[in-house]
Every structure is written in C-alpha cells, then in structure tokens.
C-alpha cells in the first residue's frame, strides 16, 4: 500500500520561506512521478511542481518557476518543496502525489495523494 505524508506547512509572512516535506512509503518513486498540487477552498486542485522520469526531469507551474523547487532524498523516501519568496496568492492547502500520469499537470492521472498541509502568507 502506498502511503504519502505531508508536513511543513505553516504561517508565514509574505516574502519568506517554507519547505514541506513528503514521506513516502510502499513504493520506490524513483521509478514514479512524483508531484506537488495545492488547493485552495472551491478551487481545482492546481498543478505546483513534479519530478518525473528515469533522469528525474523537474517541472513547474509558472507561477511558481524561480521561487519553488523539488526535490528527492532516496535514502529517507522524501519529497521536498523548498518555496521561496511566498507571496499571498501561495496560501493554499499542499498536497503530494505520485502516479504514472500522461499529462504530469493533471490532478486526475495520479492514483495517490497525501492529505495534504496548510500553507498560509500574510502580509
């Protein structure tokens, strides 16, 4: 069974810094994508970043490109999400998943999600 929790979240002023972490377990994701979405209350679930392939390429939703970056550690089974430079518009709730999707920035390809973490910026 493949398990993911997040954990990271947290309250932040805009401008600073936050990364969340993935643990995951019941599957090697290095063969898998794995990806970050984020939600915010009656919105879809919005493409973050991924890591995907056997060279782990990574990708990025350009709202986020230059501020955001994934990460793998093999030896613990985490996934980070280093976020940087938080603005107000980032305050979501976060989730991990992994899959084998055709498209890595659609939400409904992946079989597996975390239950995600807060992430608030104020100002």
């Known amino acids: 069974q493949v398990n993911l929790v997040e954990s990271g979240g947290g309250s932040v002023q805009a401008g600073e810094s936050l990364r969340l972490s993935c643990a995951v377990s019941g599957r090697t994701f290095e063969d898998y994508t794995m990806a970050w979405f984020r939600q915010g209350e009656g919105n879809e679930r919005e493409f973050v970043a991924a890591?995907?392939?056997?060279?782990?390429?990574?990708h990025y939703a350009q709202s986020v490109e230059g501020r955001f970056a994934i990460s793998e550690d093999v030896s613990t089974n985490t996934i980070f999400l280093q976020m940087t430079s938080l603005k107000l518009e980032d305050t979501d709730i976060y989730y991990c998943?992994?899959?084998?999707?055709?498209?890595?920035?659609?939400?409904?390809?992946?079989?597996?999600w975390g239950q995600g973490t807060q992430v608030t910026v104020f100002s």
């Open positions: 890591i995907y392939g056997t060279g782990r390429n990574l």
């Open positions: 998943a992994t899959g084998t999707p055709p498209n890595i920035e659609h939400p409904r390809h992946y079989l597996y």
